[in-house]
């Protein structure tokens, strides 16, 4: 997905904002964060509801391309999330896409459900994405090698 933010003479004002709303959500819940000198990439989902996590992960495929193959740290924060069928769609589509630029995947959320999704995209996608019950355990995990 590109956000293209037109011109002043192109797009009235409320395109304008618009654009710039849509911007500053996506840079809310998905950018890079920095854990022990580590650039970790920072997807959270927390709170959102299904149509949030699928614009949310529609736009991480472009953070992650951008980084070197095999180099990329994920941290997902799926607490309090709702999910539905199209979401998980994208969400595989997405792991299977990026798969050559990670390098690990940590998700916090509820357990049950992130190991039942996790099972579902990592099958999907022969991927490994690891739960952790806390960001810092996941944090930490991600940071070390």
């Known amino acids: 997905m ?4 037109p011109r002043a003479n192109e797009a009235s004002h409320p395109e304008q ?3 710039t709303g849509q911007f500053q959500f996506l840079t809310d819940h998905v950018k890079f964060i ?3 000198s580590k650039q970790i990439l920072q997807i959270d989902v927390s709170n959102c509801s299904a149509a949030e996590v699928e614009r949310i992960f529609r736009a991480v495929p472009e953070f992650v391309t951008a980084r070197p193959r095999g180099s ?3 941290l997902s924060d799926f607490r309090g ?3 539905g069928q199209e979401a998980i769609r994208i969400m595989k589509e997405t792991a299977v896409f990026d798969k050559a630029y990670v390098k690990k995947s940590a998700w916090t959320g509820e357990e049950d459900f992130c190991r039942g999704l996790s099972a579902s995209l990592g099958e999907f996608s022969r991927r490994n994405f690891f739960v952790f019950e ?3 355990k996941a944090l930490a995990w991600l940071a070390k090698d």
């Open 2 to 5: 590109y956000l293209v933010i």
């Open 17 to 19: 904002c618009a654009a």
């Open 34 to 36: 920095t854990h022990q």
């Open 72 to 74: 990329v740290l994920i």
């Open 81 to 83: 999330t709702s999910i």
């Open 134 to 136: 806390t960001r810092e």
